[in-house]
């Protein structure tokens, strides 16, 4: 029985299926709140201890998806050249409003984790949860943090992100795409980057942009900022 599903397509056929799961459920309820991806993890979870499956080998098995996200993110630079003519008139604005939010970003991080009172480590390992994973964990890792605290704050920021982002966009009265942009990928990277190309092709080229310029940005400012006020 295990050999019939221990293997790469029931791993494959696990992820897709929770994530059309997910989906599915989101139309159904209409409720932003349920996510695909906050749906598909537990169900994932559940599977894969109900059925005594290692984690080890449902992530080996989906090797293949994690190549594919490779090419899916160079696929941002289509848009990017679709919408250059736009990046290029508001090019200085985007770059000032990354370095303000990524500074701002690191700030609250260092007000919060002072006003409840955290450790150090904590400080540490929340302050890069505004730019991608991969990013957010070496830079985590290199200033003294906790690389799967940091993962974990990092996809909690990009779904709250996700899923509130457009909300707050609208009760802020905020109308131009290229704000509209910036604010879901410095604040939300990836997950907010999915949300804001369904908002429009503007809003999805800047976010995929701002994701970049935020991870330079940020591993920039992290050690400085640690160096001033730690």
């Keep these: 029985m295990m050999e019939l599903i221990m293997n790469v397509p029931m791993m494959l056929v696990l992820t897709v299926g929770a994530y059309l799961l997910g989906v599915w459920v989101r139309k159904k309820s209409g409720l932003a709140l349920l996510h695909p991806f906050i749906i598909s993890i537990p169900v994932i979870i559940s599977v894969l201890k109900v059925m005594d499956i290692p984690c080890s080998f449902y992530m080996e098995s989906n090797a293949m998806i994690d190549f594919l996200l490779g090419p899916c993110v160079v696929s941002l630079g289509l848009v990017l050249y679709d919408n250059r003519e736009v990046i290029l008139k508001n090019l200085a604005g985007i770059a000032s409003s990354v370095v303000v939010g990524s500074i701002v970003g690191v700030a609250s991080v ?35 943090g906790n690389p799967s605290l940091t993962a974990v704050s990092v996809v909690l920021c990009g779904f709250v992100g996700a899923v509130l982002g457009p909300l707050v966009i609208k009760i802020s009265g905020v109308r131009s795409s290229v704000a509209k942009g910036l604010g879901m990928g410095c604040a939300s990277h990836g997950l907010g980057t999915a949300r804001a190309i369904e908002m429009g092709a503007v809003e999805g080229a800047v976010s995929g942009l701002s994701i970049a310029l935020m991870g330079l940005v940020t591993a920039v400012v992290v050690p400085l900022f640690n160096h001033l006020f730690i």
């Design 110 to 144: 260092f007000l919060l984790c002072r006003l409840f009172g955290l450790s150090d480590m904590f400080l540490l390992s929340l302050e890069p949860k505004s730019v991608t994973t991969p990013i957010a964990m070496d830079v985590s890792e290199v200033i003294g």
